[in-house]
C-alpha cells in the first residue's frame, strides 16, 4: 500500500504549519494554519473565494481597473469583485500623478452588496476630468464621515476647486469658497 504526501501551504502567510480543520458544508475539506490561524481550502469550487483570487482584485484595483474589467479578466461575478472593493476599498492606495489639481470632480454611486435594503453600499470618488485618474475613493455610508475619509486620502494633495452635487454631506465637509 502507497502513502500519498502532499505539501499544503497557508494561501495568507505561505506557513507549511497546516492541519485539517474539519470539512465544510459542500464536503470539501476545511484546513487551519497553525502560524496565522486561519482557514482555507486546498481547492476552491468557487474561484471568487480563493485568497489568491482576493489578491489579484486588489491589485487589480489599485492599478485603476474597472469592476467590469476585472469580472471579465479573473472570470468571477460583479458581486464577489463590489464585495471586495467594499470590504478592502479604504484599504487600497491611490497614487495621484500630480500634487497641485486645478478641478476635482467628486460624486458617489452606490451597489447592493449581499442582502437588498440592507447591504446598500456607497463609493466616493475624487476625479480629475483633465488628467482622467481617479485621485482617491472611500466606502461606507451615505454620510459625512465617508466624505471626511474621502478627504483625509487627499490630505497631500492641492486641489484649487471641487465639483460635487451639493449633497448635504459635501457642503459640511468641503470648505464652501473651494467648491462649485
Not at 500519498?4 to 506557513?15: A, D, E, L, R
Not at 497553525?34 to 489568491?52: E, L, M, S, V
Not at 447592493?112 to 440592507?118: A, D, L, Q, W, Y
Not at 453600499?121 to 471626511?148: F, H, I, M, N
Request: net charge positive; aromatic share 8%.
Amino acid at each position: 500500500m502507497f502513502e500519498v504526501q502532499i505539501k499544503i501551504n497557508c494561501p495568507h502567510c505561505q506557513s507549511s504549519k497546516v492541519v485539517k480543520n474539519g470539512k465544510k458544508k459542500n464536503g470539501s475539506q476545511n484546513l487551519l494554519c497553525r502560524n496565522c490561524q486561519k482557514q482555507f481550502q486546498p481547492i476552491y469550487r468557487y474561484r471568487g473565494a480563493d485568497p489568491t483570487t482576493k489578491r489579484l482584485i486588489r491589485r487589480l484595483l489599485e492599478r485603476n481597473n474597472g469592476v467590469r474589467d476585472i469580472e471579465k479578466l479573473l472570470e468571477v461575478s460583479r458581486k464577489c469583485v463590489l464585495s471586495n472593493l467594499c470590504r478592502q476599498g479604504n484599504a487600497l492606495k491611490i497614487q495621484p500623478t500630480q500634487k497641485h489639481y486645478r478641478s476635482v470632480q467628486i460624486d458617489e454611486v452606490w451597489s447592493f452588496v449581499g442582502k437588498r435594503k440592507k447591504g446598500k453600499y456607497w463609493l466616493l470618488y475624487a476625479y480629475c476630468p483633465q488628467t482622467d485618474e481617479v485621485l482617491a475613493y472611500s466606502c461606507g455610508g451615505r454620510s459625512a464621515k465617508t466624505v471626511r475619509q474621502l478627504l483625509k486620502k487627499l490630505k497631500g494633495v492641492e486641489i484649487e476647486q471641487y465639483c460635487t452635487d451639493h449633497w448635504k454631506a459635501f457642503a459640511q465637509v468641503i470648505p464652501r469658497q473651494s467648491t462649485r
